[in-house]
């Protein structure tokens, strides 16, 4: 067994080998501070349908009702920046997260790995990894592990990253040595780009942001009819958003990732805007066969299309 003070760094190691952009290990312990802002959305029905959101509040500010016995979280971002975009400016557009597959998969196979890794040295470890699939504020746990600040759109961005990135923890049960974390502090100052540039609206304070006018939350979690208010103010997005990313100084830093999972089938960028209203079911399933778009389905992505078709630009 390797000296046990230099396992984070053997774990850090393996972190990068696996492709991941950053990994830190911090303490398992309590948000409680998020307690009151994260209410006080709720309470403002900010959440829309997403009823889940309300459930399990007391796992979300403390991951040890979540892992029995946690005493390590291993939290770690994953670039998904893409090389390429789609090329008709014109055509209906994906967010850049949805170009390849499914990142649940992507990043909880990594996080398996690197539990697997950890579990050579600790053979009796027990760990959950988990990737947006369960009650825990991702975004806090980041900013908790000092790997960046949020945003005014409420997102969490890196001085060195910018903010296209996921963000994956590993609960554990052992502790391991802990990482001197220095919080990063608010770079945002008087800057309101994402705020001016929300066609909808949804930001609607600083780090604010209400769920019901959000694009993505529209085009991806709402069942049934869109909001008809917002008809003619999504600018071509059929599944996501990336607007308060992309007027965000902090992402000129963004760099291609090389995650091959995240490639876009060949086809997908080349889709013209004709080509995206005449989609049908077996060129669906051909594009996002292991997408995220795959959360939405056919039938939404078309009420999707159909909503923006009169006001495409």
């Known amino acids: 067994m390797q000296d046990f003070n230099q396992i984070p760094k053997s774990i850090k190691a393996k972190a990068k ?12 312990d309590s948000l409680y501070e998020e307690k009151e802002p994260f209410t006080n959305w709720l309470n403002n029905n900010m959440h829309g349908e997403m009823s889940y ?3 399990n509040i007391e796992k979300r500010l403390d991951p040890r009702l979540l892992h029995e016995n946690a005493k390590t979280i291993i939290v770690v ?14 055509a209906p557009m994906l967010s850049k997260y949805a170009y390849g597959t499914d990142y649940h998969f992507v990043m909880k196979d990594k996080l398996k790995e690197l539990l697997k890794f950890i579990q050579q040295e600790f053979p009796n470890c ?30 969490l961005i890196s001085v060195e990253h910018g903010s296209f990135f996921f963000i994956g923890e590993l609960i554990l049960d052992i502790e391991l040595p802990f990482d001197d974390i220095k919080l990063v502090h608010d770079h945002c100052g008087n800057c309101t780009r994402c705020i001016d540039a929300c066609p909808t609206k949804a930001i609607v304070a600083s780090r604010i942001v209400d769920a019901k006018k959000c694009i993505s939350y529209q085009t991806i979690e709402l069942r049934g009819d869109l909001d008809e208010s917002l008809k ?27 995650e091959s999972n995240f490639k876009p089938h060949q086809k997908l960028l080349q889709l013209k805007k004709e080509d995206w209203h005449a989609i049908e079911k077996p060129l669906f399933n051909e594009l996002f066969k292991n997408s995220a778009v795959k959360r939405t389905g056919f ?8 909503f923006i078709r009169t006001f495409m630009k």
């Open 77 to 90: 971002l994953q670039n998904y920046f893409p090389k390429n975009l789609q090329q008709d400016s014109t």
């Open 299 to 306: 039938k939404g992505l078309k009420r999707n299309l159909e």
């Open 17 to 28: 080998s696996l492709g991941l952009l950053e990994c830190v290990i911090i303490p398992a």
């Open 126 to 155: 027990k760990g959950r990894p988990f990737v947006d699939s369960a009650p825990i504020l991702e975004r806090a746990w980041a900013k908790k592990a000092g790997l960046g600040w949020i945003g005014k759109n409420s997102n």
């Open 53 to 55: 959101m309300a459930r």
């Open 232 to 258: 003619g103010k999504f600018e071509n997005r059929v599944f996501g958003c990336d607007i308060c990313q992309d007027v965000c100084p902090w992402n000129l830093k963004s760099k291609p990732h090389n």
